[in-house]
T-cell receptor
Framework: DAGVIQSPRHEVTEMGQEVTLRCKPISGHDYLFWYRQTMMRGLELLIYFNNNVPIDDSGMPEDRFSAKMPNASFSTLKIQPSEPRDSAVYFC???????????FGSGTRLTVV | DQQVKQNSPSLSVQEGRISILNCDYTNSMFDYFLWYKKYPAEGPTFLISISSIKDKNEDGRFTVFLNKSAKHLSLHIVPSQPGDSAVYFCAAKNQAGTALIFGKGTTLSVSS
């Protein structure tokens, strides 16, 4: 398996623009997680899905953030409108069950100028 | 408030010596703990884990110790190698099915 695939690897956008981050989980995994890494807060959970259904979105910082999982092989994280403080590395991870470790993608480095 | 704390942002060790990375947690309901390793421009990768019913787990050069009464765990790397230089994240979860909660990470630098 190719692992968890995220795109794009890097995104530079202007403040106010819409940004969409994409994730393809490992086939057969039933959990999908979106995390954000910043210097100040480390790795923080934004939202996670089980069998394509959002389970906990309490980590989503504001209404500007939204996430979807239309099917088992694809998820998106959208920021609209984007702000400079959204600049971070966004990671997607997937797992089979929740009992063990997750497999992370390589991340998307977002820069909002 | 941070439920998983890694109070040392960085650690420098000489090759061949022991590296000890520390992690504290506040939630007594956590029953499973993991360490992840992260290289620049890559995602975190799973390193080693421990269940709350154990106090030690070994995997080659890596050993994790858990002290439940102190709500403290540590990762020992012996002997340390330059390739171990990375950011190490401590993570925890509970049986309620919540997702992994991560600490802020500790950057380990191993010099040759």
């Amino acid at each position: 398996d190719a692992g968890v695939i995220q795109s794009p690897r890097h995104e530079v956008t202007e403040m106010g623009q819409e940004v969409t981050l994409r994730c393809k989980p490992i086939s057969g995994h039933d959990y999908l997680f979106w995390y954000r890494q910043t210097m100040m807060r480390g790795l923080e959970l934004l939202i996670y899905f089980n069998n394509n259904v959002p389970i906990d979105d309490s980590g989503m910082p504001e209404d500007r953030f939204s996430a979807k999982m239309p099917n088992a092989s694809f998820s998106t994280l959208k920021i609209q409108p984007s702000e400079p403080r959204d600049s971070a590395v966004y990671f997607c991870a997937s797992s089979f069950g929740q009992r063990y470790g997750y497999t992370f993608g390589s991340g998307t480095r977002l820069t909002v100028v | 408030d941070q439920q998983v704390k890694q109070n040392s942002p960085s650690l420098s060790v000489q090759e061949g010596r022991i590296s000890i990375l520390n992690c504290d947690y506040t939630n007594s309901m956590f029953d499973y703990f993991l360490w992840y390793k992260k290289y620049p421009a890559e995602g975190p990768t799973f390193l080693i884990s421990i269940s709350s019913i154990k106090d030690k787990n070994e995997d080659g050069r890596f050993t994790v110790f858990l002290n439940k009464s102190a709500k403290h765990l540590s990762l020992h790397i012996v002997p340390s190698q330059p390739g171990d230089s990375a950011v190490y994240f401590c993570a925890a979860k509970n049986q309620a099915g919540t997702a992994l909660i991560f600490g802020k990470g500790t950057t380990l630098s191993v010099s040759s």
